[in-house]
């Protein structure tokens, strides 16, 4: 009797034993793709984004321009009035007021100014067409007697005057307009034209003050400006 060998049984190879390791080779082709692919560089901003930039520092540099006391009780009151920017119908009508009576106060400021006497104390005055009138009542008295108070004729009121008090109104409206808590109050949901308006008008209010401020500087240094040590 002659004897057979058993063949053995060759071991076949499963799919799901080669699926992983395609899968695995596949994803890293994919990760080696998408490393190799140069990321988009971001686009330099356009010219008229550069002169909206351009354009709102010029207007905000322009608060420099406003009474300090002014500007300073505009940036601590408004958030308190307008609620951050959420106002109601009873907030409304206090932050118009408000502004109203910033806006008054820029006014009436151009309309001041100082001095330094002899003895180194700074008066200060309200400029009116025959000169000027002097808020302490004893430097007045001191002014006619000749103690080293100068001629406060010379301090009248002056066409300039009236063209700085109209600019330091419209330099407040701009930088009102460009606070967002003044936009969110009056313009909560401003639509597309509304946006451009308060976009463009602060800019051109600024460019055209600051052009005029050039134009007619004054030597005026009231309530809420510096005073030279020459002054």
């Known amino acids: 009797m002659s004897l057979r060998a058993r063949q053995t049984p060759s071991k076949q190879t499963s799919v799901s034993d080669i699926a992983p390791t395609a899968t695995t080779g596949s994803s890293t082709s994919d990760d080696e793709k998408s490393s190799g692919t140069p990321k988009s560089q971001p ?8 002169a909206l930039s351009q354009g709102l520092t ?6 420099n321009l406003l009474p300090t006391g002014s500007l ?83 301090y009248r009121l002056g ?9 330091s109104v419209l330099v407040f409206v701009a930088v009102a307009l460009r606070d967002t808590n003044v936009q969110s109050c009056f313009y ?20 055209i003050c600051s052009l005029l401020f050039v134009i007619f500087p004054t030597r005026r240094h009231g309530i809420g400006y510096p005073v030279t040590p020459g002054k």
């Not at 686009?43 to 550069?50: C, I, K, N």
């Not at 010029?58 to 608060?63: E, G, K, P, R």
């Not at 066409?159 to 600019?167: E, G």
């Open 43 to 50: 686009l330099p901003p356009s010219l008229a984004q550069r």
């Open 58 to 63: 010029s207007t905000a540099h322009l608060a």
């Open 72 to 154: 300073l009780a505009f940036q601590l009151l408004t958030p308190i009035f307008t609620q951050n920017g959420f106002c109601d119908s009873a907030t409304r009508p206090l932050t118009l007021l408000l502004l109203l009576l910033l806006a008054t106060s820029c006014f009436l400021a151009c309309f001041t100014d100082s001095f330094r006497a002899s003895d180194g104390q700074v008066y200060y005055g309200f400029a009116t067409p025959k000169g000027m009138w002097v808020f302490d009542p004893q430097a007045a008295s001191n002014a006619s007697s000749g103690s080293g108070i100068p001629d406060l004729s010379k």
């Open 159 to 167: 066409f300039i005057d009236v063209v700085h008090a109209i600019l």
């Open 188 to 207: 909560p949901r401003p639509g597309h034209e509304a946006r451009e308006v308060l976009d463009i008008v602060p800019i051109g209010i600024g460019v």
